[in-house]
Each structure stands twice: as structure tokens, then as C-alpha cells.
């Protein structure tokens, strides 16, 4: 089994689109099936899980989608905090990965509101992508390491790949051992760049909003058949 699992949620605009809808209809069907696949990898005993959900580019789709967008996560907030989303209740802790900085106010501090929940061995990590790119956060990583060359604190001829990896969004937990894009997209769009340097990946010709706990054991039944051999032999 996998510790730690990507998912690139794509295709909810083109799901709506095939059945004379709003692209905005998607994104509601591809929040219910979020929740669903959430639940589905804590009760199979994933131990990290990082949804896709903006990228750094997605502020260039039309202002209504990117409302409609910021209202979703705002519900799930709610939502979240309300049941108070500690592993007594629901057996997920949220953490969000990205420059939340830019995100409207109000939900700036839901973000923060949920992430104070300590850690224990029978939880899942729901990892949220907001307003993230990987390429950012590698820059984000380099930046606080050349700050510490100027300090003094480090040496430039010290520095390794643990370093660059101390100061990512996803610093203490492991890397992602399979990647899964739906849609039939065959590509990665910035997601977990330098996290993802030995994943497997998996391409799956189903758009999000019908993706299926039965599409997630498929994904990991082919990455169980894999051979990682990370450059030996």
C-alpha cells in the first residue's frame, strides 16, 4: 500500500460541459466526490492524501468559476470546523499546501482554524493544493535557504537536497508514492515537482466527478504490481 497518495482532480469544467451545464456544477460534483475518496483512503488506511484542488495558474479562469471556486471551499471549511475534524470524529486532519496569502481573508482563517490538530498514528493527512504550484514552492525553499548563506548560517557547499526539502509545504511528511490524474489528462501541471521525482503515476480516462472508490483500487492495484527499484537494479 502506498503511504502517501497525489491526486490531481481535473475534469469537473469538462463534466458539466457534457451535460449542458456550468462548468460551476462540476466543481459542486467534484467537492462530493473529495469527500468521498477522503474517507475511502482513511478507511483503508492511507497515511497522507494531497487533492489538487488550485493551481497558482487556475486565478486565470473566468471570475465567476473562481467565486464559485472560493465558495465551495469555504462550505467545506464550515463544515469541517464545525464537527471540529479531529481523528476522535472523522479520522482526518486537514493541511493545506500553497500561498495562502492571496486567498480572500475569510477563508484565510478558516484555513488556519483547521490545521491545529496534532498528529497521531490512526489519523490521515488530508493535504489541500490551494493556490499552489510546485515550481513556487521550490523557489519558496530556495529563497529561505539562500536567506540563511546571507545570514551565515549555512554554507552554499553544505547545502543538500534535505535542505530544499525542509522548506517545502510538504516538510516532515513522506514523498508521494503514486500520483493519479484522471480525465485523461497525461501530464503533472506543477503538482509536488520535486516531491514527485519517484512516483508512480497513474492515468485514469474518468473525469473527476465520476471517479469511483472502485477507480482508487484500481490505481493502487497497478501501483502494487510496480517494481520501484529508485535507480538500482
Known amino acids: 500500500m502506498p503511504k502517501h497518495i497525489g491526486i490531481i482532480m481535473d475534469g469537473n469544467g469538462r463534466w458539466a460541459k457534457e451535460r449542458g451545464l456550468p462548468r460551476t456544477y462540476g466543481h459542486v460534483e467534484g467537492a462530493k466526490v473529495f469527500r468521498k475518496i477522503s474517507d475511502y483512503c482513511h478507511d483503508i488506511g492511507i497515511e497522507v492524501v494531497t487533492f489538487y484542488a488550485f493551481s497558482t495558474e487556475n486565478w486565470r479562469r473566468p471570475p ?31 493541511r493545506f499546501l500553497g500561498d495562502t496569502s492571496a486567498i480572500p481573508k475569510e477563508l484565510q482563517k478558516l484555513v488556519g482554524a ?19 504550484g510546485g515550481r513556487q514552492e521550490i523557489l519558496r525553499s530556495v529563497k529561505q535557504i539562500a536567506e540563511k548563506v546571507e545570514k551565515g548560517e549555512l554554507k552554499a557547499s553544505n547545502i543538500t ?12 511528511m513522506p514523498d508521494p ?5 484522471p480525465s485523461g489528462e497525461l501530464r503533472l501541471s506543477n503538482f509536488l515537482t520535486w516531491q514527485s521525482a519517484y512516483s508512480e503515476l497513474y492515468f485514469a480516462d474518468v473525469l473527476w466527478p465520476d471517479f469511483t472508490t472502485d477507480d482508487l483500487d484500481a490505481a493502487i492495484m497497478d501501483y502494487a504490481k510496480r517494481n520501484r527499484r529508485f535507480g538500482g537494479v
Do not use: C, H, W
Request: proline share 1%.
Open 161 to 172: 537536497e534535505d535542505d530544499i526539502s525542509a522548506g517545502l509545504y510538504t516538510a516532515g
Open 114 to 132: 483547521t490545521q491545529l490538530d496534532a498528529i497521531s498514528p490512526d489519523t490521515t493527512i488530508i493535504n489541500i493544493a490551494l493556490n499552489y
Open 177 to 181: 508514492d503514486l500520483i493519479i490524474r
Open 64 to 94: 465567476t468559476e473562481v467565486a464559485a471556486l472560493m465558495k465551495l471551499f469555504k462550505e467545506y471549511l464550515v463544515e469541517a470546523d464545525e464537527i471540529k475534524f479531529d481523528r476522535q470524529k472523522s479520522g482526518l486532519i486537514l
